[in-house]
């Protein structure tokens, strides 16, 4: 497994684009952790949360980032956290519809584990539907799991 997990990577880094080599590093990320390798899979991750930071179309920076987050929430590896953050900050930065589902996503995951996160999420949401969503969600303390990287 690891032989393929290091193609993954050297895959990554060939691609042209940053969009693709931090969404094309979310698999790896989720597999090392998996395995035990969290010292690697939190490298990884740092790696790929710098590059994220040359993205610039916002909703493309918000969509590898979500990638990215989903890989490194459970297990929980070193950088995590940090991955959140700068996918709450993407988000806010995007001016999407998606963002409005993406944060009501985070909130289902995080609201039971962070209410006090989970309740700044909602509140820097704009009305909308997404908004209504994850209010409802968090009340009634749904929790929904990380994107499944695997079938």
């Keep these: 497994m690891l032989a393929v997990i290091d ?17 094309v590093s979310a698999w790896p990320v989720r597999a090392l952790s998996e395995r035990g390798k969290l010292d690697e899979a939190s ?9 994220a930071g040359h993205i610039q179309h916002p909703i493309s ?14 297990p929980p590896i070193d950088g995590g956290e940090q ?23 985070i909130v289902g995951v995080i609201g039971r584990d962070n209410p006090a996160y989970a309740t700044r999420i909602i509140a820097s949401m704009a009305g ?11 009340a009634s303390e749904c929790s929904f799991g990380v994107r499944s990287f695997y079938w």
């Design 83 to 105: 991955a959140l953050s700068e996918l709450v900050k993407a988000c806010e930065a995007a001016e999407s519809w998606k963002s409005g589902r993406c944060l009501r996503n």
């Design 128 to 138: 909308s539907g997404y908004k209504r969503q994850a209010v409802r969600w968090f």
């Design 43 to 51: 490298r990884t991750l740092m790696r790929s949360l710098g590059e």
């Design 7 to 23: 193609e993954a990577l050297s895959t990554a880094a060939f691609c042209d684009h940053p969009y693709k080599r931090v969404a």
């Design 61 to 74: 920076k918000m969509d590898a980032l979500e990638l990215l987050w989903h890989a490194a929430w459970l």
